[in-house]
T-cell receptor
Framework: GAVVSQHPSRVICKSGTSVKIECRSL??????MFWYRQFPKQSLMLMAT?????????EQGVEKDKFLINHASLTLSTLTVTSAHPEDSSFYIC????????????FGSGTRLTVV | KNEVEQSPQNLTAQEGEFITINCSYS?????LHWLQQHPGGGIVSLFM???GKKKHGRLIATINIQEKHSSLHITASHPRDSAVYIC??????????FGTGTRLQVTL
């Protein structure tokens, strides 16, 4: 079945630094990637949708300059949290859809970010 | 009111019990998804439904489009089924809208 590999699984960084999270589709081409954020015991919140080769579409309230998304190839999307602050500490998870119109989603394993 | 409502929020069951988790939605959908999130955070897609019923092992998912309601059943529950079960729907924009999840704990 389709697999999305997400790295790192855990990261601790200092305030003011940037952190990059990668999601790779291992055995399929992901035309669309979704990035979510999840606070403890809450539901997933969609941050942005990225399509390969084009700019990401950010949800209302998500700062595009703070959460940089790059989807430069059909197998790789990255989320960079720039100038991280403790309030950015959260669980970030990606999901991919294999092709336009496909309804099935495959999720990465998630990244737990702690900013100290 | 959330577009996707799940019940119960928390559920504790003994091993072997039959479990039902319910999901109601208030928007038009192209598909409904049942997801499983383990304590480590990873999410597995269990089912994608647009009508009727699907079965995979001990898991059964049903959907009633007219009533905008879906159920996830677990037969002969086991402690390894302990997880958060999330109902999500896909609308016309192809984005997932999530329910708040049902935290299931199956004890010996």
């Amino acid at each position: 079945g389709a697999v999305v590999s997400q790295h790192p699984s855990r990261v601790i960084c200092k305030s003011g630094t940037s952190v990059k999270i990668e999601c790779r589709s291992l055995d399929f081409q992901a035309t669309t990637m979704f990035w979510y954020r999840q606070f403890p015991k809450q539901s997933l919140m969609l941050m942005a949708t990225s399509n390969e080769g084009s700019k990401a579409t950010y949800e209302q309230g998500v700062e595009k300059d703070k959460f940089l998304i790059n989807h430069a190839s059909l197998t790789l999307s990255t989320l960079t949290v720039t100038s991280a602050h403790p309030e950015d500490s959260s669980f970030y998870i990606c999901s991919a859809r294999a092709r336009q119109g496909a309804q099935g989603y495959t999720f990465g394993s998630g990244t737990r970010l702690t900013v100290v | 009111k959330n577009e996707v409502e799940q019940s119960p929020q928390n559920l504790t069951a003994q091993e072997g019990e039959f479990i039902t988790i319910n999901c109601s939605y208030s928007v038009g959908i192209s598909a409904l998804h049942w997801l499983q999130q383990h304590p480590g955070g990873g999410i597995v897609s269990l089912f994608m439904l647009s009508s009727g019923k699907k079965k995979h092992g001990r898991l059964i998912a049903t959907i009633n489009i007219q009533e905008k309601h879906s159920s996830l059943h677990i037969t002969a529950s086991h402690p390894r089924d302990s997880a958060v079960y999330i109902c999500a729907v896909t609308g016309t924009a192809s984005k997932l809208t999530f329910g708040t999840g049902t935290r299931l704990q199956v004890t010996l």
